[in-house]
């Protein structure tokens, strides 16, 4: 198992455009979790899977964000309509409750910058 | 509401010496507590969790963390630092009785050893 693998790494867009992120989580892992990293600030939470189901987002998290897991497997968060706030560093995680829920295992995360 | 505080931005410790990097949480109920390290380019690792049990907690590395929950504090240590121990350090909560289960982590402690 080669980890979390997150794509693409980076995204350069300009405002108003739409992106997609993809999150590939370890495959015996059923949670996943997508957090937002700004520079000099700890991850911060968005919204978590467990299998497909979307168990919990962020009050925080605009409506201009969604995110999926369909069959359970790999994960894709959408922001539309992108504005220069949203410039950060997406991190994916997973995790087992099987194994241990509480400890997660990151990506290397995919950086965005809207222009 | 749960939240963790690192209240040094940046730790400096000479090779050979120990390291202790600070945090304390503020959850409503009883915390699960765990650290995780970020190296550049490189997704948050794993180091050591406090779910319940002993108050010294042994991780990762030759870290180690104590659980004092009458000061709220759960203070990442080591007892002989060595140079590729430099990396920012996060510091996160989660309030196993908040109903979350997304972490709430810290805005993270840049540590320095130097040789």
């Known amino acids: 198992d080669t980890g979390v693998s997150q794509n693409p790494r980076h995204k350069i867009t300009k405002r108003g455009q739409n992106v997609t992120f993809r999150c590939d989580p370890i495959?015996?892992?059923?949670?996943l979790y997508w957090y937002r990293q700004t520079l000099g600030q700890g991850p911060e939470f968005l919204t978590y899977?467990?299998?497909?189901?979307?168990?919990?987002k962020s009050r925080l998290l605009s409506d201009r964000f969604s995110a999926e897991r369909p069959k359970g497997s790999f994960s894709t968060l959408e922001i539309q309509r992108t504005e220069q706030g949203d410039s950060a560093m997406y991190l994916c995680?997973?995790?087992?409750?099987?194994?241990?829920?509480?400890?997660?295992?990151f990506g290397a995360g995919s950086r965005l910058t809207v222009l | 509401a749960q939240s963790v505080a690192q209240p040094e931005d940046q730790v400096n410790v000479a090779e050979g010496n120990p390291l202790t990097v600070k945090c304390t949480y503020s959850v409503s109920g009883n915390p699960y507590l765990f650290w995780y390290v970020q190296y550049p380019n490189r997704g948050l690792q794993f180091l050591l969790k406090y779910i319940t049990g002993d108050n010294l907690v042994k991780g990762s590395y030759g870290f180690e963390a104590e659980f004092n929950k009458s000061q709220t504090s759960f203070h990442l240590k080591k007892p002989s630092a060595l140079v590729s121990d430099s990396a920012l350090y996060f510091c996160a909560v989660r309030d196993i009785l908040g109903g979350a289960d997304g972490l709430t982590f810290g805005k993270g402690t840049h540590l320095i050893i130097q040789p």
């Open positions: 495959s015996e892992h059923n949670r």
């Open positions: 899977f467990q299998n497909e189901a979307q168990l919990e």
């Open positions: 995680a997973s995790s087992s409750t099987v194994t241990g829920a509480n400890v997660l295992t």
